[in-house]
């Protein structure tokens, strides 16, 4: 084989007629790579798309891949890559199944002395280099959404406000609170108030680590919306640090009801609401 | 985060997320030097205005964070650094409850009274540094 190959016209007819095994070993070197976390069917699939998307390329030495050329490989390789983040493989790994490519190349043509043929290879080895660096670029965005998307979720997820009695609602902050996180809070705590008919709402900041001015700004706007709708707002988890810092700083939290505990601020709205809690008598 | 790093870090300051990114690296550096929760809470708040300032009034810059001592005691200096308008009215900046922003004009004289040593350098038109120092009780 190698011998026909000295005498092959160009790389791409060399690849052209040898596309079976190249792919097959190409393949087989990936997989071992992966240890067995994708299967060679599932490797195959893909690789013979690469292929068949790279044949028409060869020739080409990567130095520009931007072109309309480039489309169909472009859009493979982010695919690939953006399923290899999903799937847990690192950058290193879904790039190396390009370079992988080049050594099974190399293989095939090693013997060969025809210099337009070691031109042809330098050019090649050049496109795969570029295009691995592509998957890297892939990798790092898909990533970058994942992050984003997770933050946003996080935005979410964090802001729960739930009614803990009739006409008591309670939103526990955790994190940091920044002016995006007050916007949801805010928006999410006057639906409420106005669904559920309530008039009392607890913020709880036990979960805030640091309460800064901005914080505090945040956490009084919120507190004069409710107040405009009707609503008395509590802030409860103040704890000894925090009420400490926030003296230090200088900041008035007026005549606004805080607690130390959120049980403290849930006994608070519930006298306001007229609600007695007794202890039921051992029968 | 470093377990213990020598030497200053530095971190840049162009956006909300790194006012996060400077105080979680004092919070670290003040949980190494040992500061009692309270002073560590202190030195983290007065952290954050500083930042915030160095963000919205400086136009951005980048933060210093190091461990720090005298011979005695240990403590944690933060610098903070922009090269904005510089501060025309030192007085008025560290008055309570003025504010050339929107904010509550508490941040730079709430700052000043969180930690042990303040420092403010400024020349307008060239820029700020604010540093701050507390020590271990």
Redesign the interface.
């Known amino acids: 084989m190698t011998a026909d190959a000295g005498r092959a016209q160009s790389l791409t007819d060399l690849m052209r007629t040898e596309a079976e095994p190249l792919i097959g070993k190409w393949v087989d070197a990936v997989a071992a790579l992966l240890r067995g976390r994708q299967t060679r069917s599932e490797l195959e699939r893909d690789f013979r798309e690469f292929y068949a998307a790279l044949l028409p390329l060869v020739g080409n030495d990567g130095r520009d891949v931007s072109g309309p050329e480039f489309g169909d490989i472009r859009s493979l390789l982010d695919e690939y890559s953006r399923a290899r983040v999903r799937a847990g493989f690192t950058p290193s790994e879904t790039a190396s199944s390009l370079f992988s490519l080049k050594r099974v190349i190399f293989d095939l043509t090693e013997n060969s002395d025809d210099p337009q043929f070691y031109r042809q290879q330098r050019a090649f080895s050049g496109l795969l280099d570029a295009l691995g660096l592509l998957t890297f670029e892939s990798y790092a965005q898909a990533r970058d959404e994942i992050i984003r998307e997770q933050s946003e979720q996080l935005l979410e997820l964090t802001t729960p406000v739930v009614k803990i009695w009739e006409g008591v609602l309670a939103v526990p902050l955790v994190g ?1 609170l ?2 995006a996180r007050t916007q949801v809070v805010m928006e999410k705590l006057l639906e409420a108030l106005v669904e559920t008919g309530s008039e009392h709402a607890i913020i709880d900041i036990t979960g805030v ?6 914080v ?2 945040h956490l009084l706007k919120t507190v004069v919306a409710a107040r405009l709708m009707g609503a008395e707002c509590i802030v409860s988890g103040i704890r ?3 009420a ?2 926030i003296v ?4 008035e939290f007026g005549d606004i009801v805080t607690k130390a505990s959120l049980a403290d601020a849930l006994r608070h709205a519930l006298r306001r609401e007229g609600v007695d809690v007794v202890r039921s008598r051992a029968v | 985060m470093p377990p213990r790093s020598e030497g200053p870090e530095v971190v840049p300051i162009s956006g909300d997320d790194d006012v996060v990114r400077v105080r979680q690296l004092v919070r670290t550096y003040a949980q190494q030097t040992k500061l009692s929760l309270v002073d560590q809470t202190k030195l983290v708040t007065a952290a954050s205005e500083l930042a915030r300032n160095t963000l919205i009034y400086g136009g951005g810059g980048f933060a210093r964070v190091e461990e720090v001592s005298d011979g005695r005691r240990a403590g944690v200096r933060a610098s903070f650094h922009d090269e904005g308008p510089g501060i025309p009215d030192l007085t008025l900046a560290l008055a309570d409850g003025w504010s050339s922003g929107s904010g509550l004009g508490l941040g730079l004289s709430g700052a000043r009274r969180l930690v042990d040593e303040f420092e403010l350098d400024t020349e307008v038109g060239r820029g700020t540094v604010v540093t701050v120092v507390k020590w271990k009780r």
């Open positions: 940091t920044d002016s680590f640091a309460v800064d001015t901005q505090a700004q000894p640090q925090i400490q810092t230090a700083l200088g900041i």
